[in-house]
């Protein structure tokens, strides 16, 4: 409800955000101002008609111009992003499906750790910021690897810190250390990636590249675009 609340209360500001400051790609809307977002409300963040953020827009830019696109694929999304599951449902080439453990309605009720579905039935896998608060990662990743066919791709975006060079766990760390860290999620959080992240995905069996917006956009795109976030492109070998 409070995200319906929410949403809302975005489509009444967008006639008041008009502008040609800032252009949303997903939604196509132009503003003076983007709204503040994420968790630490960062200034100019949240299109306020489609609500994305600054990773959905750098994901969305690079997907636009990748081949998975226009090709004829199974697709599975975990925990869809609103401003893409009606997009991605509309792709006739694309058989499309979203799964979650908890959040509804979705087409699915899946739990990462053990996906029900047979092995190679799955040509990509979406899956942003949610690995993150897995327990057992390292298993929902070997079972995202079990569904995905040959030569599959995973596509996810992660928080990921490539300068602390090992991943902190959330098992071995105090309580007040969690709470400094992550402040209220605190609770949710398991992992956060350092550079050994790259490791425990090619261990899985991926060949992977991490990308950041710099790597396909320019930038006076990322800043007309307000883009961010990590994106991992994880082929199954
Ligand atoms: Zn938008």
């Known amino acids: 409800m409070q995200r319906l609340f929410k949403k809302i209360l975005r489509r009444l500001l967008v006639p008041l955000m008009r502008g040609k400051r800032y ?15 994420g968790a630490n409300k960062r200034p100019h963040a949240q299109c306020p008609s489609c609500g994305s953020l600054e990773r959905h827009r750098a994901f969305w830019l690079f997907l636009r111009e990748s081949p998975l696109k226009s090709k ?23 058989t499309y499906q979203t799964a979650d453990l908890y959040d509804q309605p979705v087409d699915l009720i899946l739990n990462l750790e053990n996906i029900k579905l047979p092995d190679r039935c799955m040509d990509l896998v979406i899956c942003h910021h949610v690995l993150p608060e897995i327990q057992n990662d390292q298993q929902a990743l070997a079972e995202i690897f079990r569904i995905l066919t040959p030569q599959g791709t995973l596509l996810m975006q992660n928080p990921y810190h490539p300068m602390q060079q090992k991943t902190l766990q959330a098992k071995e760390m105090l309580p007040e250390e969690r709470q400094q860290k992550w402040g209220k999620y605190a609770g949710l959080y398991q992992h956060e990636y350092g550079a050994d992240f790259r490791q425990v995905l090619e261990n899985t069996g991926f060949i992977t590249d991490i990308l950041q917006p710099e790597d ?19 082929t199954k070998s």
């Not at 252009?23 to 977002?37: A, N």
């Open 216 to 234: 396909f956009c320019t930038k006076e795109d990322i800043n007309r675009y307000r883009l961010g976030g990590t994106l991992f492109v994880c």
């Open 23 to 37: 252009v949303c790609p997903i939604c196509e809307g132009s503003f003076r101002w983007f709204l503040p977002g």
């Open 72 to 94: 004829t694929l199974e697709v599975l999304h975990f925990a869809p992003e609103s401003c893409f599951e009606p997009i991605f449902r509309s792709w006739k080439n694309w």
